[in-house]
């Protein structure tokens, strides 16, 4: 660890699958596994994953997103799904609900990125917004558009989290290098 890097507790991240199916045991959580995954692949200092799956709705949603953020004390909170346009889908909704503010830029890079890949992109709302001291990111629930979305956007998350109090992470800089502005 070198001088500037603040000596921090292991980084918690949460990752909340939105699923009624899931939920319900139906259908096989791929989207928790692929987040988590893509996590400790690229994240380097220590980080605490804790995985929920919820069913889809505005209320249900908003209210894992709360207890993760300020029981758990989560620093980021990835939530999988609920983005598209289908009735259920109210995880934008949720998080609207809960965040002190709301960074669309997030949601911008995440659906160019992913409109490169397919052109269907265009219907997903993802967003991110702050809660405190937690970032929320939405992402959809396909593994590889999850993948597609988070190199779209996390060279932003670690200095995001130092501005709004959150733990220090640092990445792998060969695959994702972080951007912290120079001192």
Known sequence: MTAHMPAKAAARIAILTVSDRASKGEYQDRGGPAAE?????????????????????????????????????????????????????????????????????FGEAMRTANGRVVATAILSRQSAGVRGKTLIITLPGSPNAIATSLEAVFAAVPYCLDLIGGAWVETYPAIIKAHRPKT
Do not use: F
């Not at 980021?76 to 889908?89: E, F, N, Q, Y």
């Not at 609900?97 to 830029?105: A, Q, T, Y």
């Open 37 to 105: 995954e893509w996590l400790r692949r690229i994240i380097t200092t220590p980080i605490e994953i804790l995985r929920r799956i919820t069913p889809d709705g505005r209320a249900a949603v908003a209210r894992e997103l709360s207890d993760l953020a300020d029981n758990w004390q989560a620093d980021l909170i990835l939530a999988t799904g609920g983005t598209g346009p289908s009735p259920r889908d109210q995880t934008p909704e949720a998080m609207a609900d809960v965040i002190n503010m709301e960074l669309p830029g």
